[in-house]
């Protein structure tokens, strides 16, 4: 079942999900997914030439919907359990 | 106590409803600093909901659920009531909205007692994945109940609440159903409206229940299936009566055996014994079984771990700690590899390897289904290859606990409905096997399931409380 090893960046991977990670958690991930990856590596094996990928399995499309207005929440209760706050604004850390 | 019997007792006034969630909340006293089955119990608000539906109940008011206590799985948004889904990183989070289940459950008149522990996020086999204490399973405190839904399971099996909810996006109701001997659906994609749960894996995700017998778990599918315009994805087709379809004949049903469940690696010789008496069971009913063959299900897990942690990354995107929770180094260990996982994913230079190529795989394994279901009715195999397992037998090895998934992930792939029945014990542990249908053929899953239940009621087996 277990082919190839395969590996994965876990540092440039957690940077790019926005995760923090301390150097322990670097390691363990780095060997425990290095071995799922290693596992899913058989799906290499099935004949996919001219299959279409599947994401919605009923077949539905295009639902629409009246463009109407309907009541919300209002700013407070949206805003209740935001950690930071400034004049009804969420506050977030500076991105530059 | 089942809820068809609790209702009448409630309707004959043997008992109130307010008696009735008492009990509840006894038993939750006294066994849940040991099982661990809620996170939050909302004792209060339950107590005046039964004498709201104590007070309804003599007026002669009728409702499918009135007065009936419900447990549900920390995943379901209650309004001004925490929801974590068992992730410490929103354990302060107040939603402001009930999600759209819980509405048509509280509109049924269902009391709801508490909320559910969980593999956080609904990220796991075993119920130890929760940010909080592991739940155990009643049977034998030292196994697992089964994950995701772990706590919404043992709520129901400890006598803690009639019916528990849960999600399932790869195993997470039918497994801990299957480990605490209940009854578990997870319906067809788009049946439930999953508008107000906290998304996992959304071209997966449905939202299910576990109760101890068929009838009730059809009759709660009766409550919260149909229609959403919360949800696009729900289906506009019609709720069929579940619990009036029950006693239809089941004679000359043909049942497929898919054989290359039966040849999977790690099968124990218990469960395959167990099966299959309860096919001999179904035999006698009149059932036919031919053995068919899903030819991708060996790729099934590897095409599920490409997928769903690819959603998973992009639902989790959200939990930045702006709006509400904390920041986003508090997420747990199997939500952190599975971010990981999903990313990696779908990165640049990856994505068509991984993503796309899975997608594809999806397609092989949803036509399977599709095509050997134009020879047989319904399908059946075991809900788990393995009886429960112990408590941190596979937690250092993520790999091993996917796979404990095995012959329930397919069914989410493809979208089609599973329900997993008790069918026997090893020794004092529970057993389940799945019946599975083309999509929305729920009714006849819970006809198939309620025959067989007629001539086996497992569900009486109770854990032994005593030895807890």
Known sequence: ?96 | MTIKDAIHALQTKKFSSKELVQGCLDQIQKYDNHLHAFLTVDDKNALSGAENADSLLHQGIKKPLLGIPIALKDLFSTNQLRTTAGSKIIDNYIPPFDASVVTKLKDAGAIVIGKTNEDAWGHGSSGENTDYEPTRNPYDTTRVPGGSSSGAAVAVAAGMSLAGTGTDTGSSVRLPAAFCNLVGIKPTYGRVSRYGILSMASSFDTIGHMTKTVYDNALLSEVTAGFDTKDATTVDVPVPSYTQALGNKVRGIRIGIPKEYFEAQGMQKEIQETIQAAMKDFESLGIQFKEISLPHTSYAMACYYILVPSEVSSNLARYDGVRFGHSRNQFGAEAKRRIMLGTHALSAGYYDAFYKKAAQVRTCIKNDFEEAFKQVDVMMMPSSPTIPFKIGEKTSDPLSMYLSDIFLCPVNIAGIPGLSVPCGFVGTLPVGIQIVGPQFSEEQLYVLADAYEKINTWYTQVPNMKAI
């Open chain 1, 1 to 96: 079942m277990q082919s190839k090893k395969t590996s994965i960046d876990v540092s440039h991977i957690a940077k790019l999900a926005s995760l923090p990670l301390t150097k322990e958690e670097e390691e363990l991930f780095s060997k425990q997914l290095s071995s799922t990856l290693s596992y899913v590596q058989q799906l290499g094996e099935v004949d996919t030439k001219n299959v279409e990928p599947t994401a919605q399995v009923t077949g539905l499309m295009n639902v629409f919907r009246e463009d109407s207005i309907v009541p919300g929440l209002s700013q407070e209760e949206a805003l209740k359990n935001a950690p930071g706050q400034h004049n009804g604004f969420f506050k977030v850390d500076s991105i530059f």
